[in-house]
């Protein structure tokens, strides 16, 4: 699994590369509880093995994104849902710094939907 997911990041060309590592980077220090697989080709992070956010690339633009799980409960005009009826995305430029705060805010936002109980997880 390890190296499935190494691949998936060196195999992006920069800028897209260090954004990504950055925004993984971002995801994991959140709180002990979120960790990394691989689901559908591309990384997934889960709060306490429940399914959470991905990041994924655009496949017009190439341009990396965080997409949310459970993006319906959260209200940002940063979210894009698209044609999607759960889920939203973040776009992000990657030839510009990264928005930290607004990320770690959306971010921080949908994990406590699981912790305090709104997104059900097994405990």
Not at 3 to 25: G, I, N, V, W
Not at 29 to 35: A, F, G, I, K, R
Not at 90 to 108: F, G, H, K
Request: hydrophobic residues 35%; glycine residues 4%.
């Amino acid at each position: 699994m390890l190296d499935t997911l190494s691949d998936f990041y060196l195999q992006q060309e920069e800028p897209q590369r260090s954004c990504l590592f950055a925004l993984r980077s971002i995801i994991l220090n959140l709180d002990n509880d979120v960790s990394e697989t691989m689901k559908y080709g591309m990384p997934c992070f889960c709060y306490r093995q429940k399914m959470f956010c991905y990041l994924w690339t655009d496949k017009k633009t190439n341009e990396p994104y965080i997409l949310m799980v459970e993006g319906k409960y959260l209200d940002y005009p940063e979210l894009e849902q698209g044609e999607r009826s759960r889920m939203k995305i973040l776009r992000v430029d990657p030839s510009e710094d990264l928005p930290v705060e607004t990320i770690e805010l959306i971010l921080n936002h949908a994990l406590d939907l699981y912790k305090n109980g709104t997104i059900k997880i097994k405990n």
